[in-house]
């Protein structure tokens, strides 16, 4: 399982980003897909949730502000990310749950800064 992360960049408070991450296989061959981040000096957190069945969950910190999405068709998911923040600068990983595996992809930089 290949998971291809893309979409980081430089972004002003305020600003909007969207992440996207590519599957080599069918996303609803997953039992859910995550979006996770590692800001510097920091453990590496989940932000975000889709489930096979649909269901979203968010970090707290996060909620109203980003949104996990997906297109099945085309085995991928997003991560749109608006009214961001500096706290919000860290490598966003994608990743994956199948019954006892989990794969990740690699990172993409988000930096929020003026």
């Known amino acids: 399982v290949q998971l291809q992360a893309s979409g980081g960049g430089l972004v002003q408070p305020g600003g909007s980003l969207r992440l996207s991450c590519a599957a080599s296989e069918s996303i609803l061959s997953f039992n859910a897909m995550y979006w996770y981040r590692q800001a510097p000096g920091k453990q590496r957190e989940w932000v975000a949730r889709?489930?096979?069945?649909?269901?979203?969950g968010y970090l707290e910190s996060v909620k109203g502000r980003f949104t996990i999405s997906r297109d099945s068709d085309n085995n991928m998911v997003y991560l749109q990310m608006n009214s961001m923040k500096p706290e919000d600068t860290a490598v966003y990983y994608c990743?994956?749950?199948?019954?006892?595996?989990?794969?990740w992809g690699q990172g993409t930089l988000v930096t929020v800064s003026s």
């Open positions: 990743n994956a749950i199948r019954r006892v595996d989990e794969y």
């Open positions: 889709i489930t096979i069945g649909g269901i979203t």
